[in-house]
């Protein structure tokens, strides 16, 4: 084999070669120039063809930033003809700003004597962007004089090199970080897996190996369908390749063998990776071990199942009670009227008779004839109050009308009845029940309003519920009473609200001291139980309401949390914790701010944990709308870092505080505690969504 010198190979000698015969030139052109031009001339011709092979771009700059004389290389690099090179301005030849902001301060360096090494792009038309290293020598005509007259330019493309060099930094940085998100997964408690693009396993944590009893060397290549229980894997492969073709995230549950065999239910999800030219990497995932949540669910469902048919029977028994009592009610009605009343009759005649053969009342006989006439009147009041004829004989509007006439002439209340006569109830339980809650409320506008009118109203809303309002201006009341069934001096309310469940309709009561109070009651028609509340009927205050009247995301006595992160594992970390606890419940999960806006506008909670950074909409963004939206709904903000101005940024969008997510769960549970301020059904209450 024929060996060769190194410095042949070598480019930088070839530059350098070929700047000191540049340079030799320039010297001889000095030299000569004195005593003969032409020879001058023929010897520049020399050296020319002597610098023009160089692979290196190289060029003599004068000292007005004039090429004197360049290669080759230099035209090529270029695009330019020789001719269109030397005479012209550097500025001319590499564009004004370039030359401007970049190649002057260095020939200015090099004029005064330095030589300047730089690298630098550069954009060469047909050749791109390349990376030069580009080296500025001074150039003396004379020697001895010490006068620069010009700079020796040698452009030497390290484009190949730089690449390479930022290929290996770029896999440095991929080893560290893929090491950080090792160390990181490794010290989770739930099972983390990573695939290829190709949908093969690359990499699991500890937690992971362990659960299934696999060593980290047997998790390359890992057939994962090999711990799929059969009945589950085809729909595991179909959902996992759907997600794969379309680059998907995806979620699902199937039954996994852990490692002493037994077949355990887990809720799967995974996101898929891409790099930063958006080339697709594969899946990251988790896997939690939800049997035990399984079994808690399947016997919750039972639960409300065997609550539903309880319910139901609760409800046909509350019918039957309902019944029970107006048939009690009518029975006495008929006793008093077919019997009571009827020897009440009877004696007040004889009185008559006897009067008449005494010639004239006695003392004795005149209050014995005046008894019966009390007793009559009694008897008739005590049948109006247990069964009103108009009750069984009209509509429930005529009803309510009688029943104001009465209230007037008994108690002076005026009462305002706006009812349409085609609006009534078909079921005459339900009618007669409505007729007494109606006239308990009125009684408590008597009683405790301290006012002379109140009104009635009775419409039908969409055509399949009855809503029936009692409204005055009075002093109010505080309606805590009526959350606690325990209270039996709650107007009662209580035992209205309590039978208006039972018959699948509900109740509110809105009331504040001093501001009046408004009675609803809704009901279904044709023996439906839907108790929804319609639209347009908003509570100020505590609201009552059955199970179906509820819009509450979280139970009443819970503080209802909404996280919001990007990060799986960080959501699921933070609801673990929060389950925990007794008065705290995670009504709702997002992945960013969008997503935040759209739950929290669904759902409602006390308290969302926002976190500072995230993709789509970021969290302070979010937090903005939130606040301006429902400023009842108070925010908590979330990051990993302290800075002050994140916090400040946070607060400013009108978070009620941040916190680092490496603080300890108290002192997160404090300050969720700390900013609920109200309680839930209030919540919804001041919101407009009782």
């Known amino acids: ?294 079994q808690v669910e399947q016997a919750l469902r039972r639960s409300r199942r065997e609550l539903k048919r309880r319910s139901e029977q609760l409800a046909l028994l509350a019918t039957e009670l309902t019944r029970a009592e107006q048939s009690e009610r009518r029975r006495l009605g008929r006793l008093l009227h077919d019997h009571l009343q009827q020897l009440l009759v009877g004696a007040s005649l004889s009185a008559n008779r006897l009067s008449r053969r005494l010639g004239g009342d006695s003392e004795e006989l005149a209050k014995l004839k005046d008894l019966l006439t009390e007793s009559l009147d009694a008897s008739r009041t005590l049948m109006a109050d247990l069964c009103p004829p108009v009750l069984y004989e009209g509509v429930l509007a005529d009803a309510l009308r009688w029943l104001a006439r009465s209230m007037r002439d008994k108690t002076q209340l005026r009462v305002t009845v706006d009812a349409d006569d085609r609006v009534d109830v078909g079921d005459e339980t339900l009618r007669v029940f409505l007729f007494e809650s109606v006239r308990e409320a009125l009684l408590n506008v008597v009683k405790h309003a301290g006012v002379g009118e109140a009104r009635v109203r009775l419409r039908l809303i969409e055509g399949r519920r009855l809503q029936v309002e009692v409204t005055d201006q009075g002093g109010g009341f505080d309606t805590s009473v009526l959350c606690d069934a325990r209270h039996t001096d709650g107007l009662g309310l209580v035992s209205i609200r309590e039978r208006m469940r039972m018959l699948g309709g509900g109740m509110q009561v809105s009331s504040r001291p001093g501001e009046g109070t408004r009675l609803t009651l809704v009901v279904p028609v044709a023996g439906r139980r839907d108790g929804a509340m319609p639209e347009g009927i908003t509570a100020h205050g505590a609201v009552v309401a059955g199970p179906a009247l509820q819009a509450s995301s979280a139970a009443p006595d819970r503080i209802g949390v909404l996280l919001v992160d990007d990060h799986a594992v960080m959501r699921d970390g933070l609801a673990m914790l929060l389950d925990e606890e007794a008065d705290v419940e995670v009504v709702g999960q997002a992945a960013n701010g969008q997503e935040a806006i759209a739950q929290v506008e669904a759902l409602l909670p006390e308290v969302v944990l926002m976190d500072f950074s995230m993709p789509v909409m970021d969290g302070v963004t979010a937090t903005r709308v939130i606040h301006e939206r429902w400023p009842s709904v108070r925010v908590i903000g979330l990051s990993l870092y302290k800075e002050q101005d994140r916090a400040a940024a946070m607060l400013e969008a009108g978070a009620s505080d941040y916190v680092c997510k490496t603080e300890v769960a108290d002192e997160l549970l404090a300050k969720i505690r700390g900013h609920t301020t109200q309680p839930q059904a209030q919540l919804r209450a001041v919101s407009g969504r009782g």
Request: glycine share 8%; charged share 30%.
């Open 1 to 294: 084999m024929q060996s060769h010198d190194p410095f042949l190979t070598d480019p930088y000698f070839w530059s350098t070669v070929a700047a000191a015969g540049l340079i030799a030139g320039l010297l001889l052109w000095r030299t000569r120039c004195l005593h003969n031009r032409n020879a001058l001339l023929k010897r520049l011709r020399v050296y020319a063809s002597v610098i023009n092979p160089a692979p290196d771009a190289l060029s003599l700059v004068g000292t007005d930033y004039t090429y004197r004389l360049v290669n080759d290389e230099y035209q090529r690099r270029t695009g330019l003809r020789r001719d269109q090179i030397e005479g012209r301005t550097v500025a001319e030849v590499m564009g004004e700003e370039s030359f401007r902001t970049m190649i002057k301060p260095y020939l200015e360096r090099a004029l005064a004597g330095e030589t300047v090494e730089y690298e630098s792009w550069f954009d060469y038309g047909a050749l791109g962007r390349r990376r030069m290293l580009i080296r500025y020598s001074p150039f003396r005509d004379d020697p001895d004089a010490g006068v620069v007259d010009g700079v020796v330019v040698c452009a030497h493309d390290v484009t190949a090199r730089w690449r390479a060099e930022e290929v290996q930094r770029h896999t440095l940085s991929l080893r560290e970080s893929e090491q950080r998100f090792r160390t990181m997964a490794d010290g989770l408690p739930a099972p983390i897996w990573v695939t290829g693009a190709t949908g093969a396993m690359e990499f699991a944590n500890e937690r992971f190996c362990e659960y299934f009893g696999l060593s980290a060397e047997h998790i390359a290549g890992l057939d994962w369908s090999t711990l799929v229980h059969p009945e589950d894997l085809d729909e595991v492969r179909e959902r996992f390749d759907t997600a794969l073709s379309g680059r998907r995230p995806f979620n699902l549950r199937c039954r996994l063998r852990r490692a002493d065999g037994s077949w355990r239910w887990f809720d799967c999800s995974a996101r898929p990776r891409f790099d930063d030219a958006g080339g697709f990497l594969g899946f990251v995932g988790s896997s939690h071990d939800i049997t035990r949540r399984r």
